[in-house]
């Protein structure tokens, strides 16, 4: 067992198991080292809401993904891994359809396609038509990515859980602050000692007593679920919104992105509406809505991600700043924390909490 209740000290509190809880987890198991993960457990989170997508080129400049051609084979890799060791399929590897919106959108891809380090994921023989024009509209043409998929984030963070659970160091719970002492060398939270607590709270830790000062930006997503034909079973499309169809009738679609919010939880009719409305754009046979879910995702400004120990106290730790790109940055942020926490090796300033001082 992990987890020493009482006399024992154990090395690492985590706090939260979404995808940043989730992969440091796995990281220190990898390494052999003791920890517990408190979680509240509840049914509808960030990581649960995300639609999962790992995609190489994206936004409204047809960027490449930050660090994509190391990030990727890394995600892929720790993914697969877990999979072998719990027995299920997480990670969906998946062509990705990107349909251009406008004619400046247009004229922008026939620069960007040039660029090399671009056209590596770009599949050089897509089908013709690029879509079923039956149930897509794809006025203005598009592309198809390769080296993109989509994580069944539900399914990972599941299995994670009965794993960890199975070892001993899985607890429901909520970890509330004032309940944290702090000495030299120890952090004590319910009769347990820790060398180290690590905040992995999503957006909630923009109220934290010891990391509200880092400059949280969170935004609020709601995701549907629809039924309706978008003429594939596999590739997912892109035009605006994107749809991810499930392989069973269902397709994900989404998302919103909602920088002013009052209530974590609860979708804006507005900002669904205009999805609806880039929904019906492209979707010429209609659809209906089965489920819709609403989240906040962990953003800092100007950051990828931000982890480290906090500056005056060094028992605690943060990982967080996940963004929209969970899925893709957990596994190597995760395993750079690890390497910070174990080794001391230093944290690039790009993500390093310190440096953002
Ligand atoms: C609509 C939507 C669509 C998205 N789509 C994608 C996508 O396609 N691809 C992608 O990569 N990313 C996507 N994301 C973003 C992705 O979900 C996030 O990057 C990621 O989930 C952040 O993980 P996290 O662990 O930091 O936070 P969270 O998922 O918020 O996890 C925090 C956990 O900590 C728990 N917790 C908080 N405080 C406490 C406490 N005091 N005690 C105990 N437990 C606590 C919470 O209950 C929760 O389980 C999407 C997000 C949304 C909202």
Same mark, same amino acid.
């Given at each position: 067992?992990? %987890?020493?209740?009482?006399?024992?000290?154990?090395?690492?509190?985590?706090?939260?198991?979404?995808?940043?809880?989730?992969?440091?987890?796995?990281?220190?198991?990898?390494?052999? $080292?003791?920890?517990?993960? /408190?979680?509240? &457990?509840?049914?509808?989170?960030?990581?649960?809401?995300?639609?999962?997508?790992?995609?190489?080129?994206?936004?409204?400049?047809?960027?490449?993904?930050?660090?994509?051609?190391?990030?990727?084979?890394?995600?892929?890799?720790?993914?697969?891994?877990?999979?072998?060791?719990?027995?299920?399929?997480? %990670?969906?590897?998946?062509?990705?359809?990107?349909?251009?919106?406008?004619? *400046?959108?247009?004229?922008?891809?026939?620069?960007?396609?040039?660029?090399? $380090?671009?056209?590596? %994921?770009?599949?050089?023989?897509?089908?013709?038509?690029?879509?079923?024009?039956?149930?897509? +509209?794809?006025?203005?043409?598009?592309?198809?990515?390769?080296?993109? #998929?989509? =994580?069944?984030? +539900?399914?990972? =963070?599941?299995?994670?859980? #009965?794993?960890?659970?199975?070892?001993?160091?899985?607890?429901?719970? !909520?970890?509330? *602050?004032?309940?944290?002492?702090? &000495?030299?060398?120890?952090?004590?939270? +319910?009769?347990?000692?820790?060398?180290?607590? /690590?905040?992995?709270?999503?957006?909630?830790?923009?109220?934290?007593?010891?990391?509200?000062?880092?400059?949280?930006?969170?935004?609020?997503?709601?995701?549907?679920?629809?039924?309706?034909?978008?003429?594939?079973?596999?590739?997912?499309?892109? $035009?605006?919104?994107?749809?991810?169809?499930?392989? &069973?009738?269902?397709?994900?679609?989404?998302?919103? %992105?909602?920088?002013?919010?009052?209530?974590?939880?609860?979708?804006?009719? $507005? !900002?669904? &509406?205009?999805?609806?409305?880039?929904?019906?754009?492209?979707?010429?046979?209609?659809?209906?809505? /089965?489920?819709?879910?609403?989240?906040?995702?962990?953003?800092?400004?100007?950051?990828?991600?931000?982890?480290?120990?906090?500056?005056?106290?060094?028992?605690?730790?943060?990982?967080?700043?996940?963004?929209?790109?969970?899925?893709?940055?957990?596994?190597?942020?995760?395993?750079?924390?690890?390497?910070?926490?174990?080794?001391?090796?230093?944290?690039?300033?790009?993500?390093?909490?310190?440096?953002?001082?």
């Amino acid at each position: 067992m992990l %987890y020493n209740r009482g006399r024992m000290q154990t090395e690492f509190l985590i706090v939260g198991q979404g995808l940043a809880g989730t992969t440091l987890a796995w990281r220190l198991l990898e390494r052999g $080292r003791s920890f517990v993960i /408190v979680d509240r &457990d509840e049914a509808v989170t960030c990581s649960r809401a995300a639609a999962g997508l790992v995609t190489p080129v994206t936004g409204l400049r047809l960027t490449l993904n930050w660090r994509y051609d190391a990030l990727h084979p890394e995600a892929v890799r720790f993914y697969r891994e877990k999979e072998g060791l719990l027995g299920g399929r997480f %990670y969906h590897p998946r062509p990705l359809v990107r349909l251009l919106k406008t004619e *400046e959108e247009a004229a922008h891809w026939q620069r960007r396609r040039h660029d090399e $380090r671009v056209r590596r %994921y770009i599949h050089p023989t897509p089908p013709e038509p690029l879509v079923d024009e039956h149930c897509i +509209a794809n006025p203005l043409g598009g592309f198809q990515q390769r080296h993109a #998929g989509f =994580l069944d984030t +539900a399914a990972f =963070l599941d299995a994670s859980r #009965g794993h960890f659970q199975a070892l001993g160091c899985w607890r429901r719970g !909520e970890v509330r *602050e004032d309940e944290i002492e702090i &000495d030299e060398s120890r952090a004590c939270w +319910a009769g347990g000692s820790f060398g180290t607590v /690590v905040f992995c709270q999503g957006w909630e830790a923009a109220r934290s007593r010891w990391f509200s000062w880092l400059p949280f930006d969170p935004a609020r997503g709601t995701i549907l679920t629809l039924r309706g034909d978008v003429g594939e079973t596999r590739r997912i499309i892109n $035009r605006g919104c994107w749809l991810v169809p499930r392989g &069973d009738g269902l397709i994900r679609a989404g998302s919103t %992105y909602e920088m002013r919010f009052d209530r974590p939880h609860e979708a804006d009719a $507005r !900002e669904v &509406d205009a999805l609806l409305a880039k929904l019906h754009a492209v979707m010429k046979t209609g659809f209906e809505v /089965v489920s819709e879910q609403t989240a906040v995702r962990p953003v800092i400004k100007w950051r990828n991600a931000m982890i480290g120990r906090h500056p005056a106290h060094p028992q605690l730790a943060i990982f967080n700043g996940l963004g929209s790109k969970g899925v893709l940055r957990a596994p190597f942020i995760a395993r750079r924390l690890t390497e910070h926490l174990l080794d001391g090796t230093a944290l690039d300033s790009e993500f390093d909490v310190q440096a953002n001082l």
